[in-house]
């Protein structure tokens, strides 16, 4: 263990690999909104986040979990379950003005064409501008869950139309 008496302690967050504070601090100084996009093993969450000098507001939020209101009864932690929330807190965004903002993974790590990205493709086609590069997005029959099953797709197609229609 390093010791003396010029030795600094990171911060306990980026000890634990929770945080990277550089990435953390260039989308602060933007100024824009960020979209937040988490996964877990059984669900994917979104959040429209703003800076605020006593702490960060969410201004809209969605939770896979929540598609189970609207009509899912697959699992909520696969791709088409990822796009139907980025496209649900991208309808609620819009509802309150939200029209761009920044994309902020965290310390996930990315992968082309994955979840996260799913979330992202679920934003644009909500109508919220995010910065992004065509080449990550997923292809369409993933989204709809072609590789999970014809039910799955005909599920994807009637819980989009109600989501759509509210």
Aim: no cysteine; net charge positive; proline share 5%.
């Amino acid at each position: 263990m390093k010791q003396g008496p010029h030795f600094r302690v990171p911060f306990r967050r980026r000890r634990e690999g929770q945080t990277d504070y550089r990435v953390r601090s260039r989308l602060l100084r933007s100024g824009k909104t960020r979209v937040v996009v988490r996964k877990t093993l059984n669900q994917t969450i979104v959040q429209f986040v703003s800076v605020d000098p006593g702490g960060d507001k969410v201004l809209a939020a969605a939770q896979s979990r929540e598609l189970k209101e609207h009509g899912w009864s697959a699992g909520t932690g696969n791709l088409p379950a990822a796009y139907l929330t980025g496209f649900l807190a991208g309808r609620r965004a819009s509802a309150k003005g939200l029209k761009e903002a920044v994309l902020d993974l965290g310390v996930q790590r990315p992968s082309k064409g994955g979840r996260l990205f799913a979330a992202l493709q679920g934003l644009l086609d909500a109508g919220v501008a995010v910065p992004h590069s065509p080449d990550v997005l997923p292809a369409k029959e993933r989204v709809r869950g072609a590789h999970i099953g014809d039910q799955v797709g005909k599920l994807f197609d009637a819980v989009k139309s109600k989501l759509e229609a509210s």
